[in-house]
């Protein structure tokens, strides 16, 4: 078991709300997987720059002068942001692999979370209301979130076990249920050139959504295809820099609820999560389909490939 | 009318005082406020009395009901009425996976559409759904009828005993062993008794019949070298 709650803003008047929206469901969520908590949350993009969540164990450690001895090897100014256990690097876009390369050796010990423009990742062991109260999510604002309460079936209860799991620029997903074949596909892309940094198999489900789309996909046919491709039982709710996706495997025995108005695309992995939302009365809420995939997009002129997704 | 708030008063409170009616109760009639998703919301009642609850429920509301009616204005979670002995359950919205599972008896009216598994091995109960129903239900349902005024998903009745299954719209595919049958006079004189009990004005003649085939009753030596 495990609880997933994800929020998708169409009216973005909502967007000085989100975190607070989120931490709420999330928090409700609590009693689906006490474990870890973890949440993806979409928010400004700074022109020119990517945003690298890292994580320590030991953050006054490594934190300390962290952005002056990247910035250094980068030979680039870079900016941080401390929060807790986690810390937001901006760094120049297009030097994602050279800082990575750069902070295994200046800092074995940092993880990264996340990468992208505009997601950064938060997640730690403990009580739902721990880890927001530790990050300060109600404060936090953006156009889009997901969030995840953990009770670990596949791999230890560890930071890094948690979910979300980010595996390409500005990609997240969280996972209620447990992948049958997640070591065999792991390691069938780890030859593919995929960075896998665990042994849990929702980060297997999200690097091989990534792959897809590195070879072309658009995530609603990456989507899609993971229903033939992955083994197991599966609801997975999906970010991506403008939209918001939803799959669940073919049995469905994972609960899924969503709720849509005009200002709001809600889901939850029960309709508790979502009891607060403004306006939920007069929502449309219904159950998602089986082997269907949903998707939303902020993008009002998407491309060929989103407007596909 | 006894109104019950569960946000301010809490669930165990709710079904111990609902628990403890007994058939010489002068309270009758409960109305359960601010419901918001809650698991469990008037489980184990066995009394003749009315439940409303002004909203939508979690898992397994109204499980194990015996006796009581329970009216959910709203729509229900995973289970609702599972393992009903006798009573009504209605439901003005739509029922997620596995409604009226296990079912003994009474009756489960429910509005809106029904996901997944609904009716799942049910033994006696009479499940009325107005809308749709999801795949594999009326899984290995032994005994009861479950009536679908729209369509069905995967599956249905895959194993199926001796339930009867009445669907007026599409059958998107039949489960192992479960197949359409005839509909003679008594099976168009029950539908008509349980569409009017659920309030449906849709006409018994509109629907289909579907049951065991009963291949599946016995071993057949044919299929040893499978095992």
Known sequence: MCGIVGLFLKDQSLAPRLGDMLTEMLITMTDRGPDSAGIAIYGDAKPGKVKLTVQSSTPDQDFAGLAEDLGARLGAAVDQSINDTHAVLDIPAGQFEAAREALAEIRPSVRIMSRGESLEIYKEVGLPKDVATRFSLPGMTGTHGIGHTRMATESAVTTMGAHPFNTGPDQCLVHNGSLSNHNSLRRKLRREGVTIQTENDTEVGAAYLTWKMMNGATLGEALQSSLDDLDGFFTFVVGTKDGFGVVRDPIACKPAVMAETDQYVAFGSEYRALVNLPGIDEARVWEPEPATVYFWSHNNSPTTQEKAA | ?227
């Open chain 2, 1 to 227: 009318m006894q109104t019950y708030d569960l946000e301010a008063n809490g669930l165990r409170g709710l079904n111990e005082t609902l628990q403890a009616q007994n058939a010489e109760t002068n309270q009758t009639s409960w109305e359960v406020v601010n419901p918001k998703g809650s698991h469990a919301i008037a489980v184990g009642l066995d009394a003749p009395i009315e439940v409303t609850v002004k909203g939508s429920t979690g898992y397994y509301c109204a499980g194990m009901n015996q006796q009581a009616t329970v009216k959910v204005e709203g729509s229900v979670g995973p289970g609702v009425a599972e393992n009903m002995m006798s009573g009504q359950v209605i439901v003005d919205g739509d029922a997620s996976q596995y409604a009226g599972a296990t079912g003994h008896g009474g009756l489960l009216v429910i509005k809106g559409n029904a996901s997944s598994r609904c009716g799942i091995s049910m033994k006696g109960i009479d499940i009325v759904v107005h809308g749709n129903i999801g795949h594999m239900s009326a899984f290995m349902a032994q005994a009861g009828n479950l009536v679908v005024c729209g369509d069905a998903g995967d599956a249905l009745g895959d194993s199926l005993y001796e339930a009867r299954l009445f669907v007026r719209g599409s059958v998107k595919s039949l489960g192992a062993d479960c197949i359409e049958k005839d509909m003679r006079p008594e099976h168009l004189a029950l539908l008509s008794d349980l569409l009017e009990r659920a309030g449906s004005d849709a006409k018994p003649e509109e629907f289909k019949r579907y049951g065991s085939a009963r291949q599946l009753y016995n071993f057949d030596v044919d299929n040893a070298q499978a095992y």
